[in-house]
């Protein structure tokens, strides 16, 4: 991304350059100091969102963690502010997932000040607590996932299906046991049987709700027993996903004396780009 | 499939081979259509019957939803219907998986008219709820499921002996916890052991029935750390046979025009083994 | 196993390889009615096990499954007794892990004969659910095991330091668990707490012991976080020795033309055991 | 390690040199004895450690077991002493993990005698239970562990990304779920809810807290799946590690005398690509 957007910057003015730089570019001092410094803020930020949820630390220290979260909304502000002065094209970056996800970081505070009475108070809880997804801005620094992104990419079609096979699977076990127990222990319609065919099935198991009649535990038994069994589908895809994602010394690092393009396995005697012959 | 049954229909009449088409073909726009609609109507009739079983709404808009019922059986028997026009040899369509699929989701409905007082409600309700087994009638979308089913089919064996170790151990251990526990504290009989055994193999975990003494609990321990490894074995049985079925783009088909070697990658412009261009 | 028997038993006299065959060859018409009656005797027996300990059932059909206990308990004599005859070796098999099986399989019910009222109830009683171990005599039916058999031995060492290295973190979280919480809620002893630790670690969660602090809570939190991820490792290991057993599509199955060995590597040239080029 | 010591040691005096090949040398009959003595010693302590904690067991037991703990004690700061002479470097010893771990076996003992009245006696009690870090000093005996520490070090930037995948999702969720319960089914916070969270995706399910709307259960049974899904990652990523190092009864290191190609058979008798006979 940091090179493409160098590529684009080629008209921007020396200054923006220079912010552009700083946001975009780990390798500088002042670019590393700015990723470690936002780093800090968001997780002093998400600390703020959970501090205030907790009864008496709010009652406590109530304005100071206020005045602690204005603080961050402005950097946060400024932070956005300067993305899209930064980049050449701002309404692709607005409408970006971390764009997107920027802007929900900030909005939420600024709402709670035009907010008056006449809204109702769950409705301003929960603007404020939006801002948790703040976490999300983490994702840039995530530039390792990369292959287990690759994995999960190439295997979706495949969990779709998984997940497809765990609806029905749910739907007819919960649709049995509803008609197999009594409502009394919990069962008191479809929708919450299958609720708890899925606390069955992914071995969670909360036991609020559990069969009590010997037909229901052996239909319970089975779910128990298929549950255990399905997991390995899906790790069993992920799993075969990665293996074939080479690992770096798996790759043979030479690069061929004609064209030097590299990626030839090992067991290679010419190039497969040019057909010069490998050392 | 599709293609199979084109070539029977080589006598089938215009319009039993138009109605062919629509049904089993997905490529045309009227086949995807119908596709399209079916897959609605599914999951709108799986929704009535779940929320026929959520008392108040029942109360409240039980007409509305038997109306809805009503249609959607009167659509679905239509599409019984067609498919068994639109086959060559009905008889075999009928007694196929899905035949019987299609025939036990209209049945109930019908069925429910002429159930009088004398069968108990109990069993009148028990076949409504029969009607939950047409979301299988979505399994025919899942035509990306073949890798996933192959893999399992070929795991077969070996998942059986490991579900006949699984069946082994909690017997086993059902009985031991039995002879240590006091029938007070839940452990009543052999079957209900065995069944707090399965909970707690499987790592589910109710926690209605859990060991009190010190005995107990070290015999559980063993059980839920066995459990715990044991999981391995599935996985690794189905991930062994995932891994081994190879991904579509990374097959290069193609052998060199020189010394036909395959195995090329998908990137590959010359023979590895040769040094010859590739097509 | 019967290869072997067969060519040790050239000694034997005609009906006690008679014996021989029918028992150890499933390959015959008796040998093959001799496995099925056997299966269907263990089954039904561990059936009569398990009835007899359901207090109702006990009452009302108790001298009945005395009767069919009493049955298969001499059928079992008598299967033990001519396994005894059609070997060669009888102290082999005598104490041979199957060996034992038989036996402990039919001591339980003579020794109740024997036991006067000055044995306690629950001595009787242990012993008679010693029977259940009679379903270990199923383990010869799993001739496909092998594999299964085979990865799981070549992982044990491995599994064993993982074993041990499980053993250490409860060990150690249970003592600091011990430390945070207050023993009214359970935690009222270090083993008491490591016992918590497992139920947590392997993702039961039973829920009859809890963490109630806040430290608690967040120690129980890396608990789970890392029971979540250790699980990775015992499915790593027995996937890579599984995945190791080539399946039979892999193994070349071209045998070489001069020595006639098969299990050449598919980039084979030449035959690995004679030199011989190959096909 | 040990050979390295070895070389260093030239110039250690003769019964250092002694005492250095019993403590860190197994193959000698002193070493072995040396090590099983210490093997016994590390579990007898550990033992002590958790007896202690349990009630009935310290007033009935409770001098014997402090005359245990006295003479473990002793005999551990031997071993300290020992080891700290025995090798060249001290410093370093000392500042070792095992070095810390060594002496963290022996403090807290002795620290109980110096403490008086004025110490708390959670203090007391505190670093006393500290003796059960002495089960790290095992570590020292899993030399068979290097395969699976190399395939989890390797692993390490993966699972640190998919830890915190984990910890952004508990995070998120744990909010959506605060915002949706009522606080008095157990929701009183957002790290509580978080924790609540944890609990859930992990598959453990204490149950203590579950949630009681439709729509929290809802979001509950999106956070099962995820977590029964995810948990296929961190499998993958060890499992492909593994699958990576090759077992060593399978990799045969010698090279073909005539064309020095190397990954033969380790039945191969003759080379697999020239047919030239190996040693």
Redesign the interface.
Known sequence: MSQESKAKNGTLSPWRKKVHEIIFEADTPAGKLFDVTLLIMISLS?IV??LE???PVRKEYGSLLNIVEWGLTILFTLEYVMRIIAVRNPWKYIFSFYGLVDLISIVPTYLSLVTTGAQTLATV??LR?LR??R??K??RF?K??S??KR??V?SR????????????IV??MG?II??IEDPKDGF?????S??WA???????????I?PQT?LG??F??II??M???I???????????????P?KD?INTQSCPNCSKE???S???????????LD
């Open positions: 998400i969102v959970m949820s907790v009864e809880r929960s607590l948790v997804f976490i999300l983490m994702g995530l390792e996932a292959t287990l994995a999960l190439s079609p495949k969990i779709l299906v998984f997940l497809l096979a765990i609806m029905t739907t007819i649709t509803y008609m008191t319609s479809i929708p919450r299958i609720y899925i606390v069955t099935l992914t071995t969670v198991g909360y036991g609020d559990a010997v535990q052996f319970a038994s128990m027993i549950g255990y069994a997991i390995a589908v899906p790790t069993g895809i992920v799993t075969a996903e990665i293996a074939r994602t690992s798996q990626g030839h396995d067991d290679a005697d010419f190039c497969k780009f040019c057909g010069s012959e």
